[in-house]
């Protein structure tokens, strides 16, 4: 018996190429997109908010997807300098950077020959909701793919922070942003486990944690309004699998989803807060594990003024890996046309 896909002709057909980052999946959408309109890459978000969010809840929810998948969309550029334009997406909508999926997206393009492989430090230019990300691909020593990026101005927005969470009392926390907004939280002083037996606990204390820094701390960003949301809670822990690395990450994000990455916009973030409370120099190396033992190495590129904030610019580093390539069919007559979720 043979079975010919090319014969769900009454089917809407939505291409992918499916990867992971350090653990975290990314579904790339390649074909089967409306044209996504808009002259910058933030009116283009807003248009597939307002008028095709029904494809992100096709790809993200079950039966497709499951509670924790992320996508990536990529659009036309909207600046001279930029080679792509990339939309996030996750369980709850859209967000403003993703540094896994920009390690992703990149690694497909060139394993696919959709981008040729650039010449050592050329950039390739990328519009994110964030604003313009550098990124670059080299081989390493044993001829590994490898892909970098120089993240927007990341910053520290509030050091030693408090609020009282049931079953915890006071617990403290520093936001600071790498793309997006995070609350930090040292999970070693809560005597939270950054386990994958934990999973549970990470995901439910993230939630209370987050919703208790969202009532109590209100966060404007100094260029877009779009941006001036708290995205998730990352915990922090000194206990980790390899002694090359410096800490541990547990990212809880958008609606209750967990990193399997250590959080490209997250470890940006960190390596503010560490240059900002422990002095980190810049061009020093900081590996930070994932809750799977994915890792990605950051360090402080170069220093810099962003607006009133003191900022730095940190380059990510991390590896992608293909998963697999995907033609997702919509019947007309599917009983769950946007899905659903169970966590």
Known sequence: ?????????????????????????LRIITDGYPEIKGNTILEKRQYV???????????????????????????????????????F???????????????????????????????????IGIDAPAGFIKAY?????????????????????????????????????????????????????????????????????GRVIKRAVMASYSINHPVEDDLSFL???????????STRSHSRHVCVFADGEVDRSPTGTGVSARVALLHAKENLPTQQDVVIESIVGGKMTVRVQ??????????????????????GCHDFMLSPDDIFPQGFILR
Request: glycine share 6%; net charge negative; with cysteine.
């Open 49 to 87: 908010t307002d008028n095709l969010d029904h494809f992100r809840q096709l790809l993200m929810f079950e039966p497709r997807g499951h509670a924790d998948m992320y996508g990536a969309l990529i659009t036309k550029p909207c600046t001279s300098e930029a080679t792509f334009g990339i939309l």
């Open 302 to 323: 170069q220093k810099c003024q962003y607006f009133d904030k003191s900022a730095v610019i940190p380059r990510v580093t991390g590896r992608a890996f293909i998963t």
């Open 137 to 205: 691909a080299e081989k390493d020593a044993e001829n590994k793919l490898a892909i970098s990026f120089d993240n927007v101005p990341s910053f520290v927005e509030a050091l030693n922070q408090q609020v009282n969470i049931p079953e915890f009392g006071p617990v403290n926390y520093d936001i600071a942003f790498g793309g997006a907004y995070y609350a930090f939280v040292d999970a070693d002083k809560l005597n939270i486990a950054c386990t994958p037996e934990n999973n549970q606990q990470l995901i439910n204390v």
């Open 1 to 25: 018996m043979q079975f010919n896909k090319n014969n769900f002709l009454n089917y809407h057909k939505i291409s992918t190429i499916d990867a992971h980052t350090e653990g975290e999946p």
């Open 89 to 123: 997406m996750h369980n709850e909508g859209y967000s403003s950077m993703c540094g896994h999926g920009i390690i992703a997206a990149v690694s497909a393009a060139i394993e696919s020959k959709a981008l040729a492989m650039p010449e050592k430090n050329q950039v």
């Open 231 to 241: 995205y998730g809670t990352i915990f922090y822990s000194s206990k980790t699998d």
